[in-house]
């Protein structure tokens, strides 16, 4: 901080620019979802809380509302399953492989999401699967398309407990794998599995792309419905998108508690009895 | 038949040999130490005793029963790992209970074993602390008991006070000894500190590049290494190496002939007269005097004082003598009797020399 001082206003500058630049367009969008009017005028015409009523008593609020949260645990349940099994199995027996999931796992970066769903179509679309345009084939694709998400925080937290050590000495203790891997392995990469969960959770739940070409329509999810609204009433739309934004920034919240509590757990001393309650709880385990 | 029968076992790594036709057998309740320097296959062969690897032929026998490919949670071995290994989401009490719960015992019985065991390693107020709370003494402790809980058939203990403070390390191998001493259970050790073997163990393994050099008590060991590199690896030896020119008397000619050394007469015809051999003696045993004045023991030569170390109750004299440097321990009282680069005399007796057939002067192998 001393030194930022002794450079002078220019870090500021930078620091201030690009806070504006990031906030600008939220501060304006909660501003316009509370606007009576502001098309005319510099400043909104006067202020009100009625088109968060208008977004909330459209009958199709609550199922847009259900369908992203379904989607959304969906996914994140899915990909739990799927992936965490698989990192700790590479991680611990193939550590040869590590690489290859890796870049696997960063594919879903390098293609485009409408690329990714006319391919799915086509495949899935086909015997025996004849899963086309379904919620189970939108969770699919949202599996892979946040792969990045899960993989990455589960793989640090791994490498952050040593696992192969921590599986040997439940082994010795007559400990069966499932057992190892629900009472030892899980509850020490729990942090990873919350925040790639969180990540991915936020991310479905504002997914636009993938779900308007995969299902359309048939499936309306709460995305589909503020791009309704777009075209139709701006400010019903902000209220949308505010009420979108607090879900993600609540979730990135429990992100940064979560990684602040891992790191204290693993760097050592400093352990509040709230941590000790947390962990037991996560555990499972208690005496 | 021995407990525990580890049978010409064999593993390799992409070519490279791990651990090469190990025999060993191990009685019940015995301390064996697996001793020798890193890469030497002393923890690949621990773990294929745990179950951790499999061995590429040969057999694990355990009380009779062929073990070799059982997988580890079925071996019943309770194990000890240089980095403690606790549950970090579990408490001390709730590490040393694991395996009771894993093997399904009533609460009261886990309660009560728990408890004793933690008062065993003198941690029972410690029950409600996590490893990230503990020392790492603390925590060795708590792996201790852990392993210890499930009645382990045979206890492995891999390098388990490396990663301690040398205060610790001393303290806790002892109440490790008396801990096995107390419980009467079959151990095996690895480390790769020669004084914590030589201190702990009913009967030392010695190992190097794969291959068991000598297996005996500590003192056979120490007092009667079996090869070169045993000599050299456990504690420090000074070397002659020399002629034998008549092997009834004991007489060998070293440094071409200006020093003749006696040693026990040679019956066992593992050197021919005429043939070449090395005269080992500890620094302990050679005795260190003014020029003249010590006429007792058989061997007696002139060298010069080069360095005086204060090791403790000892100190370590560096001498030389024709470019050879000779090392000699004295009570650390005596130090000040001897001026440095003055010439001394030092004399050994003839048991205290332990003869090698062939091998050149030099650590090459360490």
Same mark, same amino acid.
């Given at each position: 901080?001393?030194?930022?001082?002794?450079?002078?206003?220019?870090?500021?500058?930078?620091?201030?620019?690009?806070?504006?630049?990031?906030?600008?367009?939220?501060?304006?969008?909660?501003?316009?979802?509370?606007?009576?009017?502001?098309?005319?005028?510099?400043?909104?015409?006067?202020?009100?809380?009625?088109?968060?009523?208008?977004?909330?008593?459209?009958?199709?609020?609550?199922?847009?509302?259900? %369908?992203?949260?379904?989607?959304?645990?969906?996914?994140?349940?899915?990909?739990?399953?799927?992936?965490?099994?698989?990192?700790?199995?590479?991680?611990?027996?193939?550590? $040869?492989?590590?690489?290859?999931?890796?870049?696997?796992? /960063?594919?879903?970066?390098?293609?485009?999401?409408?690329?990714?769903?006319?391919?799915?179509?086509?495949?899935?679309?086909?015997?025996?699967?004849?899963?086309? #345009?379904?919620?189970?084939?939108?969770?699919?694709?949202?599996?892979?398309?946040?792969? *990045?998400?899960?993989?990455?925080?589960?793989?640090?937290?791994?490498?952050?407990?040593?696992?192969?050590?921590?599986?040997?000495?439940?082994?010795?203790?007559?400990?069966?794998?499932?057992?190892?891997?629900?009472?030892?392995?899980?509850?020490?990469?729990?942090?990873?599995?919350?925040?790639?969960?969180?990540?991915? =959770?936020?991310?479905?739940?504002?997914?636009?792309?993938?779900?308007?070409?995969?299902?359309?329509? $048939?499936?309306?999810?709460?995305?589909?419905?503020?791009?309704?609204?777009?075209? #139709?009433?701006?400010?019903?739309?902000?209220?949308?998108?505010?009420?979108?934004?607090?879900?993600?920034?609540?979730?990135?919240?429990?992100?940064?508690?979560?990684?602040?509590?891992?790191?204290?757990?693993?760097?050592?001393?400093?352990?509040?009895?709230?941590?000790?309650?947390?962990?037991?709880?996560?555990?499972?385990?208690?005496? | 038949?021995?407990?525990?029968? !580890?049978?010409?076992?064999?593993?390799?790594?992409?070519?490279?040999?791990?651990?090469?036709?190990?025999?060993?057998?191990?009685?019940?309740?015995?301390?064996?130490?697996?001793?020798? *320097?890193?890469?030497?296959?002393?923890?690949?062969?621990?773990?294929?005793?745990?179950?951790?690897?499999?061995?590429?032929?040969?057999?694990?026998?355990?009380?009779?029963? &062929?073990? /070799?490919?059982?997988?580890? +949670?079925?071996?019943?071995?309770?194990?000890?790992?240089?980095?403690?290994?606790?549950?970090?989401?579990?408490?001390?009490?709730? %590490? @040393?209970? =694991?395996?009771? $719960?894993?093997?399904?015992?009533?609460?009261?019985?886990?309660?009560?074993?728990? %408890?004793?065991?933690?008062?065993? @390693?003198?941690?029972?107020?410690?029950?409600?602390?996590?490893?990230?709370?503990?020392?790492?003494?603390?925590?060795?402790?708590?792996?201790?008991?852990?392993?210890?809980?499930?009645?382990?058939?045979?206890?492995?203990?891999?390098? *388990?006070?490396?990663?301690?403070?040398?205060?610790?390390?001393?303290? !806790?191998?002892?109440?490790?000894?008396?801990?096995?001493?107390?419980?009467?259970?079959?151990?095996?050790?690895?480390?790769?500190?020669?004084?914590?073997?030589?201190?702990?163990?009913?009967?030392?393994?010695?190992?190097?590049?794969?291959?068991?050099?000598?297996?005996?008590?500590?003192?056979?060991?120490?007092?009667?290494?079996?090869?070169?590199?045993?000599?050299?690896?456990?504690?420090?030896?000074?070397?002659?190496?020399?002629?034998?020119?008549?092997?009834?008397?004991?007489?060998?000619?070293?440094?071409?002939?200006?020093? %003749?050394?006696?040693?026990?007469?040679?019956?066992?015809?593992? @050197?021919?007269?005429?043939?070449?051999?090395?005269?080992?003696?500890?620094?302990?045993?050679?005795?260190?005097?003014?020029?003249?004045?010590?006429? &007792?023991?058989?061997?007696?030569?002139?060298? +010069?004082?080069?360095?005086?170390?204060?090791?403790?109750?000892? /100190?370590?004299?560096?001498?030389?003598?024709?470019?050879?440097?000779?090392?000699?321990?004295?009570?650390?009282?005596?130090?000040?009797?001897?001026?440095?680069?003055?010439?001394?005399?030092?004399?050994?007796?003839?048991?205290?020399?332990?003869?090698? *057939?062939?091998?050149? !002067?030099? +650590?090459?192998?360490?």
């Amino acid at each position: 901080m001393a030194t930022m001082k002794k450079k002078g206003p220019l870090p500021g500058l930078f620091i201030g620019g690009f806070l504006f630049y990031m906030l600008l367009p939220i501060v304006a969008t909660y501003a316009f979802s509370i606007a009576t009017r502001w098309d005319r005028t510099i400043l909104p015409e006067g202020l009100t809380l009625d088109w968060y009523k208008v977004a909330f008593m459209d009958r199709w609020f609550l199922i847009v509302f259900k %369908n992203s949260l379904v989607l959304s645990f969906s996914t994140v349940i899915a990909s739990i399953l799927i992936i965490v099994p698989t990192a700790y199995w590479v991680h611990l027996r193939v550590p $040869r492989a590590r690489p290859i999931l890796d870049l696997i796992s /960063t594919l879903p970066f390098a293609i485009p999401g409408v690329v990714l769903s006319l391919g799915l179509i086509r495949l899935y679309a086909q015997p025996p699967l004849m899963l086309a #345009r379904t919620p189970a084939m939108l969770v699919a694709a949202y599996v892979i398309f946040t792969m *990045p998400f899960m993989y990455r925080p589960v793989v640090n937290s791994l490498k952050a407990v040593n696992i192969k050590v921590l599986t040997e000495a439940a082994q010795s203790l007559g400990s069966s794998w499932l057992r190892t891997l629900r009472q030892v392995i899980l509850p020490n990469i729990m942090p990873g599995i919350i925040s790639g969960g969180l990540l991915v =959770f936020a991310t479905i739940f504002g997914e636009f792309t993938i779900a308007t070409f995969l299902v359309g329509a $048939r499936y309306k999810t709460f995305p589909m419905q503020l791009v309704y609204y777009t075209r #139709r009433d701006g400010r019903i739309a902000s209220a949308y998108s505010v009420i979108s934004f607090t879900i993600a920034w609540v979730s990135s919240l429990i992100i940064l508690w979560v990684a602040a509590w891992g790191a204290k757990r693993t760097s050592g001393s400093g352990h509040s009895i709230k941590d000790k309650d947390l962990q037991i709880n996560i555990a499972g385990d208690q005496k | 038949m021995s407990y525990l029968v !580890l049978k010409n076992l064999n593993k390799a790594y992409e070519g490279t040999i791990a651990v090469n036709d190990f025999n060993l057998q191990v009685e019940k309740g015995e301390f064996i130490s697996l001793l020798g *320097p890193s890469g030497c296959g002393k923890t690949t062969t621990l773990r294929m005793i745990a179950g951790f690897e499999t061995p590429d032929n040969g057999h694990i026998q355990l009380d009779g029963e &062929d073990i /070799t490919s059982a997988s580890p +949670n079925q071996r019943g071995m309770g194990m000890v790992f240089q980095s403690y290994a606790l549950f970090p989401n579990m408490t001390a009490w709730n %590490n @040393v209970a =694991f395996g009771l $719960r894993v093997s399904k015992q009533p609460s009261t019985v886990v309660n009560k074993r728990v %408890n004793e065991l933690l008062d065993l @390693v003198g941690l029972a107020d410690d029950g409600h602390k996590y490893a990230a709370e503990m020392s790492g003494g603390q925590q060795q402790r708590v792996a201790l008991a852990r392993a210890l809980a499930i009645e382990p058939r045979v206890l492995l203990l891999d390098e *388990p006070l490396s990663a301690l403070d040398a205060v610790v390390r001393v303290s !806790l191998r002892h109440e490790i000894r008396r801990i096995q001493t107390a419980l009467g259970i079959t151990t095996i050790y690895v480390t790769h500190d020669q004084e914590e073997a030589l201190s702990i163990s009913d009967r030392v393994v010695v190992m190097r590049q794969a291959v068991i050099e000598q297996i005996g008590t500590p003192e056979e060991i120490y007092v009667q290494p079996q090869t070169h590199f045993v000599a050299t690896f456990v504690g420090t030896i000074n070397q002659f190496p020399g002629i034998l020119k008549d092997s009834k008397l004991g007489l060998v000619a070293c440094h071409s002939g200006d020093l %003749n050394l006696f040693v026990p007469p040679i019956t066992d015809g593992k @050197v021919q007269d005429g043939g070449a051999l090395t005269i080992m003696v500890r620094p302990e045993e050679i005795r260190v005097n003014k020029i003249g004045t010590d006429h &007792d023991l058989s061997n007696s030569l002139d060298a +010069n004082l080069k360095t005086i170390t204060l090791l403790g109750p000892v /100190t370590r004299l560096t001498l030389e003598y024709h470019g050879q440097s000779i090392f000699a321990d004295i009570r650390t009282v005596d130090r000040h009797r001897f001026d440095l680069n003055k010439p001394v005399q030092l004399s050994f007796s003839r048991e205290a020399c332990s003869i090698m *057939p062939k091998v050149e !002067l030099s +650590n090459g192998d360490n």
